[in-house]
């Protein structure tokens, strides 16, 4: 999968919780959207949502819900990538 990454930061979430990366990117697949994904650094926790969902307050599971898995691998090279910058 081919994601044009636009943003990375890390959140350390407060003090006692698990830290995650957030990424924006370009989907490049057939929705072709600006999307956000949460990584947590254990395999298999990540979250992906449409930004212009989010932006009309879409939050909803089935609406605004894609399948993490389809997008990790390519996310976590991307965070791996951007720690070594």
């Given at each position: 999968m081919n994601l044009q990454i636009i943003a990375i930061a890390h959140h350390r979430n407060g003090t006692s919780g698990a830290p995650f990366h957030v990424?924006?990117?370009q989907?490049?697949?057939?929705?072709a959207t600006r999307?956000?994904?949460i990584l947590f650094e254990q395999p298999g926790h990540c979250?992906?949502?449409?930004i212009a969902k989010i932006a009309v307050g879409d939050i909803a599971f089935g609406s605004n819900s894609w399948r993490g898995e389809?997008?990790?691998v390519s996310l976590r090279i991307a965070v791996n990538q951007w720690r070594m910058e």
């Open positions: 990424v924006h990117f989907d490049d697949g057939p929705e999307k956000l994904a979250a992906v949502l449409d389809n997008f990790e």
